[in-house]
């Protein structure tokens, strides 16, 4: 029964550029959108869809042997849980309820030297122990994301940059791995993380 249901998750949709486009892909694709368009209206609906969207790209990427992207996706999964609640019940260091304010360069200074520090870590660690085919450039956006979760979930303005850095380093990934929807996905929210880093800038 199960197996029979991975079989129609990864039996093709369509064909894009010469490439089958899975229905497992897809359906995260929509659900993935539809997140992004949450998040830029602060809407909490984008975490259970975060939850949904993360859980059916691990299966993907995993399937893909992306094992970074893979496990990324889980912690993805334990994030839209925690930043839910955040959203909801989050605080302050002076105690008021979150709302969309800037970190500023300062602050951001130490999580970026860090997220710079774990790439190369990770990417050794895919390359030693693992047969992911690019385990650098599987990493780099797996630890960069980590950071842009944790500025979004706390409603930090800097969460957009970040993603679009995260979001153009797996364009190039995803193409090498011909995953053309993904692809598109990722290349659609550059955009509209500049649209989203303008609007929580207006807020």
């Known amino acids: 029964m199960l197996a029979d249901l991975w079989a129609a998750l990864l039996a093709p949709a369509f064909t894009a550029f010469g490439s089958p486009v899975s229905w497992l892909e897809l359906m995260a694709f929509a659900l993935a959108v539809w997140m992004v368009v949450c998040n830029m209206r602060v809407h909490p609906l984008a975490w259970p ?16 042997k992306l094992y970074g992207e893979a496990g990324l996706q889980l912690l993805f999964a334990a994030l839209a849980v925690w930043g839910g609640w955040q959203w909801r019940f989050g605080r302050t260091r002076e105690g008021r309820a979150l709302t969309v304010r800037r970190l500023g360069l300062r602050g951001l200074a130490g999580p970026a030297l860090l997220t710079l520090a774990a790439w190369p870590l990770l990417g050794w660690f895919l390359a030693r122990f693992t047969d992911s085919p690019l385990p650098y450039w599987d990493a780099f956006p797996t630890v960069a994301s980590l950071l842009g979760q944790w500025l979004l979930a706390r409603k930090y303005e800097e969460n957009w940059p970040t993603w679009i850095v995260v979001n153009t380093v797996s364009v190039v990934l995803f193409g090498i791995k011909g995953y053309w929807l993904t692809v598109v996905l990722y290349a659609g929210f550059i955009p509209m993380s500049v649209i989203g880093w303008r609007a929580w800038r207006q807020a």
């Open 49 to 64: 869809l975060a939850f949904i969207s993360s859980l059916l790209y691990f299966a993907f990427f995993w399937d893909g």
